[in-house]
């Protein structure tokens, strides 16, 4: 891939460019979307100079999941998940299964999904989501590996599949949490994790987060961009394109800390230590990457 041209384009204005007190784990960013396909490298960079330092890609098919085993491969500090998102769901299917089995046997790819239930779109019928999502729930024990779950809508539903499978299962996280009090205590209940996004930076929809967030077990506690979506509102620039990017995820972990009452510069080391230890990284995995892309 041939390095972008340094224009406004490719980089962040400088009122955006806040490097974390600590480094961080981003755990859900979907680079294989096209919008990153002009200035990747440039993209990484910037990651690393705001010391979010290991990024897990998302897969939401195989398509996506392969090019995210691809992009970890070629680059140091970058993980992948394999997965089938419940929007497309109708299409599982045994040999969309094997596939997905033999993804989950890449020593890139940290985690089954992105997995779940999204009751409030129906892309896919919610027996298909169903389906699928079960299929994977075995496929997530048979690994052995964490899931990544997408739930919108659901959350009922979803906790009564977690709970038939919760001995069966490793980890989980409920990527993108957006629900409420009841659904939150009932994640709890299962010992699941927890991945906060800018949703919790958006003052139209995300005012009832900020009451939760401190309910939220600091070890359960994980955090990530979705990006390209869901572009913080609380940064103190405009953002050309308005295209969220990993370097962007300190600002997500200082409203996190706002509403939590305490110091940034605690909560982003304990996320990662989260994390870390979530997908089964090495702790000095953060460290590695750094040294690597800058040798």
């Known amino acids: 891939m041939a390095a972008p041209t340094d224009t406004f ?8 460019r806040f490097t974390s007190p600590a480094p961080l784990v981003d755990i859900g960013a979907n680079l294989t979307h096209e ?27 195989r398509e996506h999941a392969e090019q995210a085993v691809e992009l970890a ?5 970058l993980f992948a998940t394999a997965g089938v998102h419940p929007h497309d769901a109708s299409q599982w299917d045994p040999a969309l299964a094997q596939a997905m089995r033999d993804l989950h046997r890449q020593p890139e790819v ?13 892309f896919s019928t919610p027996t298909e989501q ?8 075995g496929l997530a024990a048979e690994s052995g590996k964490p899931l990544f779950i997408h739930e919108r809508d659901a959350g009922r539903r979803m906790r009564e599949m977690l709970h038939a499978w919760r001995d069966d299962i490793a980890d989980a996280v409920i990527h993108c949490f957006t629900a409420d009090r009841e659904t939150l205590y009932g994640y709890r209940d299962l010992d699941l994790h927890i991945g906060l996004t800018g949703w919790l930076c958006d003052e139209r929809r995300g005012h009832h987060l900020r009451e939760l967030v401190g309910e939220i077990p600091l070890d359960r506690l994980m955090v ?39 110091d940034e510069a605690e909560l982003a080391p304990a996320t990662t230590a989260t994390a870390l230890a979530f997908f089964r990284l ?9 040294q690597h892309e800058e040798s």
């Open 35 to 61: 919008s990153f396909a002009r200035d990747l490298p440039a993209v990484l960079t910037r990651a690393r100079a705001a010391n979010v330092t290991t990024l897990i890609l998302t897969g939401t098919d």
């Open 224 to 262: 990530e961009t979705d990006c390209p979506y869901l572009l913080p509102r609380n940064l103190p620039a405009k953002l050309k394109g308005r295209r969220h990017e990993p370097a962007l995820l300190p600002w997500i972990v200082r409203e996190i800390a706002h509403w939590r009452g305490m």
């Open 282 to 290: 090495p702790a000095g995995e953060t460290r590695h990457a750094n």
């Open 110 to 122: 940290v985690a089954v999904g992105e997995c779940g239930l999204d009751f409030n779109r129906n």
């Open 9 to 16: 384009d490719d980089v962040l204005p400088e009122a955006l």
């Open 73 to 77: 491969r070629r680059h140091p500090g």
């Open 130 to 137: 169903e389906r699928a999502f079960e299929a994977q729930l």
